[in-house]
């Protein structure tokens, strides 16, 4: 069983479109994530979720908006996309607690080219 | 606000040899410290983390990392590397200013190993 799971994997459109990132994580955690990790493989949070609450959010452009609803899902859809929005988007969940350090476990990636 | 310094970009070695790879980060208070591994075309799967406790830190794969305050690093180490550890390292961290929700990367370490 995938622990931390996001759909499309693969996704290719043309500039201008609308797209949606899903996510469902199955470890009970409560808090979810979404990364970035652009072409020379740098990560940088986007956002993070508590129990569908918008906790942080990384002054991302307001054509992404995540959606939360209920704590197992965290979906992210990207309005009139952008060539520079070709990325690997990952999704994560954390454990909450000082014994697990909030320790952060991430899906598979979606993999997005704008064309 | 918290870096990661990941100084090598890519580093080559020979099967069955050891490897070091560095990570330093930039904090005064105390932080969480991870390394996670990124295998071609996956997603980043955790490899270890350092809380609290032993400095010396064991992990999946046979990898263990070193946590030194005074000279703030959290270097990875393996004595004796497979074909298979070829893959992009990150070292990441996470302090309290953020609860603990926010990873901040380093720019990524990428392992060669070769026969």
């Known amino acids: 069983d995938t622990a931390v799971s996001q759909t499309p994997k693969y996704l290719v459109t043309q500039m201008g479109n609308d797209k949606s990132i899903k996510c469902e994580q199955n470890?009970?955690?409560?808090?979810m994530y979404w990364y970035k990790q652009d072409s020379k493989k740098f990560l940088k949070i986007m956002f993070s979720?508590?129990?569908?609450?918008?906790?942080i959010n990384e002054t991302v452009p307001n054509r992404f908006s995540p959606k939360s609803p209920d704590k197992a899902h965290l979906n992210l859809h990207i309005n009139s996309l952008e060539l520079g929005d070709s990325a690997v988007y990952f999704c994560?969940?954390?454990?909450?607690?000082?014994?697990?350090?909030?320790?952060?476990?991430f899906g598979e990636g979606s993999w997005l080219t704008v064309v | 606000a918290q870096s990661v310094t990941q100084l090598d970009s890519q580093v080559p070695v020979f099967e069955e040899a050891p490897v070091e790879l560095r990570c330093n980060y930039s904090s005064s208070v105390s932080v969480y410290l991870f390394w996670y591994v990124q295998y071609p075309n996956q997603g980043l799967q955790l490899l270890l983390k350092y809380l609290s406790g032993s400095t010396l830190v064991k992990g999946i794969n046979g990898f263990e990392a070193e946590f030194n305050k005074s000279q703030t690093s959290f270097h990875l180490r393996k004595p004796s590397v497979h074909i298979s550890d070829t893959a992009e390292y990150f070292c990441?961290?996470?302090?309290?200013?953020?609860?603990?929700?926010?990873?901040?990367f380093g720019t990524g370490t990428r392992l060669l190993v070769s026969p």
């Open positions: 994560a969940s954390s454990e909450p607690g000082p014994r697990s350090g909030n320790t952060i476990y």
């Open positions: 979720y508590n129990n569908k609450e918008l906790i």
């Open positions: 470890l009970g955690h409560d808090t």
């Open positions: 990441a961290v996470s302090d309290p200013s953020t609860g603990f929700q926010k990873l901040v």
